[in-house]
């Protein structure tokens, strides 16, 4: 099961990644962010562990749908954002695989010498 600590450590596992705190009236909030962009954020002190994640709109449907984990973001863009509830009921390498596909959506949006920078392997995919 993937606790905080593990959860810090997959979000700064990629390459350009930094955590921050910028919301003020919530000091405990940990944002996640490559290039200046969040690509997860999560209460690491709250139970049950929750994180929020970007996601492809239509994968995001089917994830709900699957799994009941899964909801639209809290306090984020439903369309493009699911929380993710981390009580052992999803398999880690789920949970890791959608937190690298959030990375991937932000790191593709941004300029393209920023993601060479990165040595963002889908870069050389493109």
Known sequence: MIDA???RSLCLGFNGATEEFPFPRHPDVSTFKVGGKI???STLTDAPLTV?????????E??????PEVVPGYHLNKRHWNTVSLTG???DPLIRDMIED???LVVASL????????????????
Do not use: M
């Not at 060479?116 to 392997?121: C, E, M, V």
């Open 5 to 7: 600590n593990a959860l």
């Open 89 to 91: 009921e999803l398999p």
């Open 62 to 67: 089917r994830l709900r749908a699957a799994h």
């Open 39 to 41: 690509f997860a954020l």
């Open 111 to 126: 300029p393209r010498a920023q993601r060479l920078l990165l040595d963002w392997p889908g870069e050389q995919q493109r």
């Open 102 to 104: 959030s990375y991937d």
């Open 52 to 60: 929020s994640l970007k996601c492809d709109p239509e994968l995001a």
